[in-house]
């Protein structure tokens, strides 16, 4: 079956300006509104790469994971430090010029940048905390006083009443048009997470523009598609929210909304048919919200299969004409591409057959939308076989046991037996996105090659008498940190026993209540639940604290979760290392006008295998930049390494070990006349060393 396209509301023409654009500054996220990681500065050449050195380092005051992409606006650099700071510094030295932010407090959660806007005098910087919008004078970094409440609103101002309570925040930047700020929002992926409205504030204000449902209420199109008429107020159903970043057409006026899976992930008994408008592509009126047209990637998601960045604008072109596209690209290593000012797809998407759910209660969809064109960038795991267990692995004959006994057919559903998810939850693209060259039709994309395992067991019964930490733990806790509270330390789920000798209680109950990294906040989490939840952790469990029989059998009667996800658990060997063969990541060049591959390389190097570890590929988190004159410049590796490659062949002209990996995309532009790439080192992830710099490159003068 192939897909055809039904197309409501009014599209914009489709005629082009032909006028070249120039893509000389770095004020959006990503480099411009529709999200290409591109430019066409040029005095950084493939002869003279070689020469690039540090021309300035920043050295925050904080450290840890920094994924955020910096801008640059009047030779002023913004960025945002691992707990969250906002800083400024003049670009062409990195001197800080102010910052913003709570120099005692400490925030665990991570960002992706900020937001610019201006309007003649009037300059601002909008970023978020926590569930607060700020909006910030560019020059001073001050709040300013007239927008919201003294300089802040909260995001969930805009959501339903039972919002207010639950895990509401963002983590990329908001999408600019016009006069209005759109903005993701990263949610739970649990029972009782919000529904994740796309809503658009005022810029001047703080006031709510417009909202758009993505659980659609009773009347609206696609309420049809889901069998629980009540979701859009159900308290155990939720999300479908956008968390990765959207791209703005601004002469077209609209705003290209990726949206993520309805929750709770992995088993949807209460959220059963295809679930508009979750795990969508939307193009939305910029001006009031409304619907132009969609196109959903997966049906009724069981996989965690969110889009993971924001989309691409481009031009491709077909039989000599332009065509003003935008592309899509997805954990599964699918690239969708559609003509984005009507819907039309590019290339034909199939609706094919996949597996039945074997799970009492779900109903798994029976067809999935795959595109012909571009084939994957990212191997599938139907089509690995028993050669493909790693070489380097010395436990080989228990790896291939647990390959034999998985699941590897294309979308198979969870169940209580082992499956094999190749590309893994994290995806094969990531949030740091793809680049691309907005006249040639090139994509670029970097994507991991991590196989995970994936499961879901009976949920253990809250029974009456259950002391209450162990209650709570067993409720919020246990898919990621595990019964036995050992967690997956190599998934990145750190173990929980012996906590009391590394965290203060009150550092916990923080993190507990705003969540940390990949961990989301559970503020929804009653006092005396947390309270109980702490002594449980501390070994100091009061045994007369137990579930009294109101609350058991309030939690039993919901029927909300009949089988709980067994947590993320990568396919590693007994070395830590993937346990498929390389390679690991790898980074490809597509062109869209054909559909065919330019070239793939596998991308960076595994250092514990030392010499044997090169051109394995390597997990990598954080996009890339191109430049018209043929660069690609990319930090995003585990080993450490920033590097440019030769655009057009893949090859590599240059790397530089960094202070720490650099888990971020770069960002590109010049100041007096001097062009300068700027990436922010924070590591931490995949068992990477902390950092704490942003460090700008430039030529070597002579």
């Known amino acids: 079956m192939v897909f055809s396209l039904v197309i409501l509301g009014c599209s914009p023409s489709e005629e082009k300006n032909t006028e070249k654009k120039e893509y000389k500054t770095w004020s959006s996220y990503l480099g411009d509104p529709g999200r290409s990681h591109y430019s066409t500065l040029s005095k950084i050449t493939k002869d003279n790469v070689k020469n690039l050195k540090i021309a300035w380092s920043y050295e925050a005051d904080d450290w840890g994971q920094m994924q955020m992409n910096p801008l640059v606006v009047d030779s002023v650099l913004y960025g945002v430090t691992a707990a969250l700071r906002v800083v400024a510094l003049n670009a062409g030295t990195g001197k800080e010029i102010w910052q913003f932010g709570d120099s005692e407090k400490v925030w665990h959660s991570t960002s992706r940048g900020v937001s610019y806007w201006e309007k003649e005098d009037d300059k601002r910087i909008l970023v978020t905390r926590g569930p607060d919008l700020f909006a910030l004078d560019a020059l001073t970094g001050k709040p300013i006083p007239s927008f919201g409440n003294n300089g802040k609103i909260d995001l969930r101002s805009g959501m339903p009443e039972s919002a207010k309570e639950k895990f509401v925040i963002s983590n990329t930047p908001g999408a600019i048009y016009k006069d209005l700020i759109v903005m993701p929002l990263r949610l739970s992926e649990g029972e009782g997470a919000p529904s994740g409205d796309i809503m658009a504030f005022s810029v001047v204000t703080g006031e709510l523009a417009w909202v758009f449902h993505t659980i659609p209420h009773p009347g609206e199109e696609g309420y049809e598609t889901w069998e629980n008429k009540q979701a859009f107020k159900d308290d155990l159903v939720g999300a479908a929210n956008n968390w990765a970043g959207m791209a703005v057409d601004e002469e ?48 009724h998601d069981i996989w965690d299969r969110d889009p993971p960045a924001p989309p691409n604008l481009l031009t491709v072109t077909r039989d000599e004409k332009n065509i003003p596209a935008v592309a899509q690209v997805t954990k599964q290593g699918y690239v969708y591409v559609f003509n984005r000012l009507t819907g039309e797809p590019l290339f034909d998407i199939e609706e094919v057959p996949v597996p039945e759910s074997t799970l009492e209660g779900e109903k798994a969809w029976p067809t999935q939308p795959i595109p012909t064109k571009p084939k994957p960038f990212a191997r599938q795991s139907q089509d690995l076989t028993e050669n493909d267990i790693s070489p380097f ?24 037996t082992r499956g094999f998810l190749l590309p893994g939850y994290d995806g094969a693209a990531e949030w740091g996105g793809a680049a691309v060259d907005p006249e040639e039709g090139i994509l670029y994309v970097n994507a991991n090659e991590m196989a995970w395992n994936i499961q879901v067991a009976p949920a253990d019964e809250v029974a009456e008498g259950m002391p209450l930490g162990e209650a709570t733990y067993q409720k919020y806790c246990v898919s990621c940190h595990q019964a036995d509270r050992k967690g997956l330390t190599a998934s990145g789920f750190p173990s929980l026993l ?35 939840l702490l002594r449980f952790l501390w070994g100091e469990e009061v045994k007369h604290n137990v579930v009294e029989k109101d609350r058991a059998d309030s939690i039993k009667s919901n029927g909300a979760i009949n089988y709980k996800h067994t947590g993320y658990d990568k396919f590693l060997d007994s070395k830590g290392l993937p346990g498929i063969s390389p390679p690991w990541g790898t980074l490809h060049a597509i062109d869209l006008n054909s559909g065919e591959y330019l070239w793939s390389i596998p991308f960076g190097d595994t250092p514990e295998l030392g010499e044997k570890g090169k051109g394995t590929g390597t997990e990598n988190y954080g996009g890339p930049v191109v430049t018209e004159n043929g660069l690609l410049f990319i930090g995003a590796t585990r080993d450490g390494y920033f590097r440019v490659f030769d655009k057009r062949t893949g090859d590599i002209l240059w790397e530089y070990k960094l202070p720490a990996a650099a888990f971020a995309t770069p960002a ?21 060393e902390k950092g704490n710099q942003i460090v700008a490159f430039a030529l070597e003068t002579p």
Not at 504 to 528: H, N, R, S, Y
Request: aromatic letters at 8%; a neutral charge; glycine letters at 10%.
């Open 393 to 416: 692995a010395e436990n080989k004959e228990e790896l291939l046991k647990i390959f034999k006994e998985s699941d590897k057919r294309q979308y198979a559903p969870p169940a209580l």
């Open 498 to 532: 012996d906590l009391q000798l590394r965290k203060e209680k009150k550092e916990v109950a923080t993190i507990i209540l705003k969540g940390k990294g990949m961990m989301t906040g559970f503020p929804q989490i009653k006092d005396d639940e947390k309270e109980a």
């Open 252 to 299: 077209a006026g609209i705003i290209y909304v990726p949206t993520g899976s309805a929750a709770p992930d992995f088993y949807g008994r209460n959220r059963l048919g295809s679930t508009l408008y979750a795990n969508c592509l939307l193009a939305l009126d910029g001006n009031t919200g409304e619907r132009i047209w969609h196109f959903q990637l997966t049906h």
């Open 668 to 688: 590109m532009y010049e100041v007096n006349g001097k062009q300068y790439i700027a990436i922010a080192c924070g590591g931490e992830k995949l068992g990477a």
